[in-house]
């Protein structure tokens, strides 16, 4: 068997196999282009990466300024959310602690207004004025601190425990927690001192 497996001699080249691989000898190897430059290829390219950077910097910049601009607000948002904890009304919680978190909501609302306006346009406001500025600020046009929830939120600072409209709390809390997100400057009212 090993003897079947013994190769036979090749036959010579014949004259046309000799010419070709000759030719083929003489040939040079391919030459691969070159891969892309990842650079643009022209100033266009270049002008329009460099505006998009731009853009890209400027709304990081904003978004910034933005964020914290507003770290006003969610430091209130975070106290009015301890506020609620505090007046949620538990078994055997003694009424003290939670009248202190009620009263402390009214100072909450001023001293955001203070933070975010200016001093002279906001520390003179009481009663009327001071409810009007504050629906101002938030752009209702129903007046929720005028004719609405927020129109006893003075109460919570000074009348007596008993007195206290304690059903009307919950509605009052909404309305802080969505003046605190939305407010905005108000102009100053017309007729009111510079």
Same mark, same amino acid.
């Given at each position: 068997?090993? *003897?079947?497996?013994?190769?036979?001699?090749?036959?010579?080249?014949?004259?046309?196999?000799?010419?070709?691989?000759?030719?083929?000898?003489? +040939?040079?190897?391919?030459? +691969?282009?070159?891969?892309?430059?990842?650079?643009?290829?022209?100033?266009?390219? #270049?002008?329009?990466?460099?505006?998009?950077?731009?853009?890209?910097?400027?709304?990081? &910049?904003?978004?910034?300024?933005?964020?914290?601009?507003?770290?006003?607000?969610?430091? #209130?948002?975070?106290?009015? $959310?301890?506020?609620?904890?505090?007046?949620?009304?538990?078994?055997?919680?003694?009424? #003290?602690? &939670? +009248?202190?978190?009620?009263?402390?909501?009214?100072?909450?609302?001023? &001293?955001?207004?203070?933070?975010?306006?200016?001093?002279?346009?906001?520390?003179?406001? %009481?009663?009327?004025?001071?409810?009007?500025?504050? *629906? &101002?600020?938030?752009? *209702?046009?129903?007046?929720?601190?005028? %004719?609405?929830?927020?129109?006893?939120?003075? *109460?919570?600072?000074?009348?007596?425990?008993?007195?206290?409209?304690?059903?009307?709390?919950?509605?009052?809390?909404?309305?802080?927690?969505?003046?605190?997100? $939305?407010?905005?400057?108000?102009?100053?009212?017309?007729?009111?001192?510079?």
């Amino acid at each position: 068997m090993a *003897d079947s497996m013994i190769l036979a001699p090749q036959p010579a080249a014949s004259a046309p196999d000799a010419a070709a691989r000759a030719v083929m000898e003489q +040939l040079h190897p391919l030459l +691969l282009p070159s891969p892309p430059a990842w650079t643009p290829q022209t100033a266009g390219w #270049a002008v329009l990466a460099a505006l998009a950077l731009l853009l890209l910097a400027w709304g990081v &910049r904003s978004g910034w300024r933005r964020w914290r601009a507003n770290a006003h607000r969610r430091l #209130a948002l975070a106290e009015l $959310q301890a506020l609620r904890a505090a007046l949620r009304p538990t078994q055997g919680t003694p009424g #003290a602690p &939670r +009248l202190e978190a009620a009263r402390r909501l009214p100072e909450l609302v001023r &001293r955001l207004a203070l933070a975010h306006a200016p001093r002279e346009q906001i520390a003179a406001l %009481q009663g009327a004025a001071w409810s009007d500025w504050l *629906d &101002r600020s938030l752009g *209702d046009a129903s007046r929720p601190f005028t %004719q609405g929830a927020g129109r006893r939120l003075a *109460d919570w600072a000074y009348q007596p425990e008993p007195a206290l409209p304690w059903p009307e709390l919950e509605p009052l809390l909404d309305l802080v927690e969505r003046w605190i997100r $939305q407010h905005r400057v108000p102009a100053p009212a017309a007729g009111a001192a510079p």
